[in-house]
């Protein structure tokens, strides 16, 4: 009998499960003329925010984005440094590096391969400013640890969830932890679209006003930039 490969992730499979949502769902979009943050992202922010319990979820144009994002809304700047983990994808560090910061790598924990809070006190300087703690593979960092130490000493607390939404930690859902929490809806992720697409999300009333100017050239109101944003919208597909 010839062995046959059994892949542990087919995308073309999945699809085949709910083709006819998703195609119902492709020419309902089509047909409505609404291609960028219309009615369908405004559903998917507000049915996420109360997934994950939080007040406000921004959609963008993908999960490196977000971290870019949460970083430019809380004011880091050149030279600014910020802890991250040594073992995580290269987004985490590339959002800082793109702002002029320096990310500054802390050993992890080899039980969970999270950032071990110990280290946090070893590279902690005059000037950082921020940490990104990982969860990674759906186990979420030692946050109380993670957050005691922000409190301690004055620091921003940026979550990068893109490998575990809906993961909890002592009762509380990811993303409630830090000022603002950041999402990846990359195909292989957890919870994946058809394409690139993220989310940060935050409890922050402030936060999230200067999240949704920034996904939009710094723009509140058409034609009138406020402040130095990009293009980051969430598209409705």
Known sequence: MAKQAIPSFDLTEQYGLIEADVMAAVERVLKS???????EVNAFESELAGYLGVRHAIGVANGSDALLL??????????????????TFFAT??????????????NIDLNTFNLDPAELEKRLTAKTRAIIPVHLYGQVADM????????QHGLSVIEDAAQAIGASYRGKTVCN??????????????????????????????????LRILRTHGSKKKYHHDVLGFNSRLDEL
């Open 33 to 39: 003329g609404h291609y960028i943050l219309g009615p």
């Open 70 to 87: 949460a970083l430019m809304a809380l004011g880091i700047q050149p030279g600014d440094e910020v802890l991250i983990p040594t073992f």
């Open 93 to 106: 560090a590339g959002a800082v590096a793109r702002l002029g910061a320096v990310p500054v790598f802390c």
């Open 144 to 151: 109380d640890a993670i957050m005691n130490f922000a409190r």
């Open 177 to 210: 932890f830090g000022d603002i929490g950041c999402l990846s809806f990359y195909p292989t992720k957890n919870l994946g679209a058809c394409g690139d697409a993220g989310m940060v999300v935050t409890n922050d009333d402030p936060l999230a006003e200067k």
